[in-house]
């Protein structure tokens, strides 16, 4: 079946420092998802992408989509403390139908 | 806007007795709502996705009759856990769509399950 893999597993960086979580899926996808869920709480929805080779930004965030539609990467610059959580990748593979799969998340600390 | 709240929060119960979970759209319908479970320290596993008023369909190697999920309108879905057992003590996450953006999930608070 259809997986998604995420890495790094986890990523300390002191603050200031950059941070990138790479994700990459077996199959092509229609579109994935980014979520960020802090410590103790739920995932919460960062952003989705659809085209080939797209690329959006958040303020300090930057988001790429392959242009195979099978790769993704979030990037960071200059973390905060208020970084600090797991970010989680999440492809739809079966035609937009809302059907998630997660990777297995990238869980960041960041140093003051 | 796009509130999703789940009840229990946490809850503890005996070995083989059932449990229910529900999950609401507070402000907004909800076309779909999905069940996910997720360990500590790990990602979400979906479970099965639910459309109200129908079956929901279930993942691969989840069981059908032991998570019971029940959609009878578009803002509630419940999850029951049927003869819960230790290994099924997990975090039980629901998520609903249709409250903006099609394709954005809005996630629940999550429910802890611990089964002794």
């Known amino acids: 079946g259809q997986q998604v893999m995420q890495i790094p597993q986890y990523q300390h960086v002191q603050e200031g420092e950059d941070f990138t979580t790479y994700c990459n899926s077996s199959t092509t996808l229609s579109n994935i998802q980014w979520y960020k869920q802090r410590p103790g709480g739920h995932p919460v929805f960062l952003i989705q992408l659809v085209k080939s080779g797209e690329v959006k930004k958040q303020k300090r965030l930057t988001f790429q989509f392959g242009e195979a539609k099978k790769n993704s990467s979030l990037h960071i610059t200059a973390t905060q403390t208020t970084d600090v959580g797991t970010y989680f990748c999440?492809?739809?593979?079966?035609?937009?139908?809302?059907?998630?799969?997660f990777g297995q998340g990238t869980t960041l600390q960041v140093k003051p | 806007g796009a509130v999703v709240s789940q009840h229990p929060s946490w809850v503890i119960c005996k070995s083989g007795t059932s449990v229910k979970i529900e999950c609401r759209s507070l402000?907004?319908?909800?076309?779909?709502m999905f069940w996910y479970r997720q360990f500590p320290k790990q990602s979400l596993m979906l479970m099965a996705t639910?459309?109200?008023?129908?079956?929901?369909?279930?993942e691969q190697g989840v069981e059908k009759d032991k998570f019971l999920i029940n959609h009878a309108s578009l803002t509630l879905s419940t999850l029951t856990v049927t003869s819960a057992h230790p290994e099924d003590s997990s975090f039980y996450i629901c998520s609903a769509a249709g409250g903006g953006r099609a394709y954005e999930q809005y996630f629940g608070p999550g429910t802890r399950l611990t089964v002794t």
């Open positions: 999440a492809g739809d593979g079966s035609g937009n139908t809302g059907k998630l799969i």
């Open positions: 639910s459309n109200e008023g129908s079956k929901a369909t279930y």
């Open positions: 402000d907004f319908q909800a076309t779909t």
